[in-house]
């Protein structure tokens, strides 16, 4: 898999747009980007994933550059309870790889 | 929204005791994950499970850990000797299939091994 590179901390204001940045360089065409979050110590929480197209649901939205060397994910409207670590993996799907492998993430912390 | 249940959410043990932690995955799921997360780490991949037999585990994943998928609904990893190094927390995971679609986690059991 591919390895991503994460800020280990940033800063929102309640209210306003979070985008969180992840750099994938070395993607390669069958991985996907996916974006987990953890709530202090709570199971990972899935948030949405792509390939290479812009991706939206309920939660957040995912924006992968042409190239897709990088991504960013956008929480439009941050509350304080998205405070959480964000974690962007890349995964290759199919073969004999199953696994997720959680980096280090970003420590999200919005402020009121 | 269904969801991934694991029970209990806190399991303290002696060292040298087998430990069973349960999980009921998302019903219509068919693909099964362990990980677990040492406290102040990095959540880390153990086992996943296919069709009744394990598919890929990590190199943590030795003689002492199991897995099993005893009936329809539950899926368990068994420590059978635990040591001081096992305390983390431990999530299970289910995926309606393997390829383009998510892993959805449960909240965890703290194992605690005294």
């Known amino acids: 898999d591919a390895k991503t590179t994460q800020p280990p901390s940033m800063d929102c204001a309640e209210g306003r747009a979070a985008n969180l940045p992840c750099n994938h360089s070395?993607?390669?065409?069958?991985?996907?980007v996916y974006w987990y979050r953890q709530i202090h110590s709570q199971g990972p929480q899935y948030i949405i994933h792509g390939l290479k197209n812009n991706e939206t649901n309920e939660m957040a939205s995912l924006i992968i550059t042409e190239d897709r060397k990088s991504s960013t994910l956008i929480l439009p409207h941050a509350t304080l309870r998205d405070t959480a670590v964000y974690y962007c993996i890349v995964r290759v799907e199919g073969g004999s790889n199953y696994k997720l492998t959680f980096g280090k993430g970003t420590l999200l912390t919005v402020n009121p | 929204e269904p969801e991934v249940t694991q029970t209990p959410s806190h399991q303290v043990t002696q060292m040298g005791q087998e430990v069973i932690l349960r999980c009921v995955p998302i019903s219509n799921h068919l693909y099964f994950y362990w990980y677990r997360q040492i406290l102040g780490q990095k959540v880390e991949f153990l086992v996943s499970?296919?069709?009744?037999?394990?598919?890929?585990k990590s190199e943590i994943f030795d003689d002492q850990f199991s897995v099993e998928r005893p009936d329809g609904s539950n899926f368990t990893l068994k420590i059978r000797s635990t040591k001081l190094e096992d305390s983390a927390m431990y999530f299970c995971?289910?995926?309606?299939?393997?390829?383009?679609?998510?892993?959805?986690f449960g909240d965890g059991t703290r194992l605690s091994i005294l």
């Open positions: 995971a289910s995926s309606e299939v393997r390829v383009g679609k998510p892993q959805h």
């Open positions: 499970f296919y069709n009744n037999e394990i598919s890929e």
């Open positions: 070395t993607i390669s065409g069958n991985e996907y």
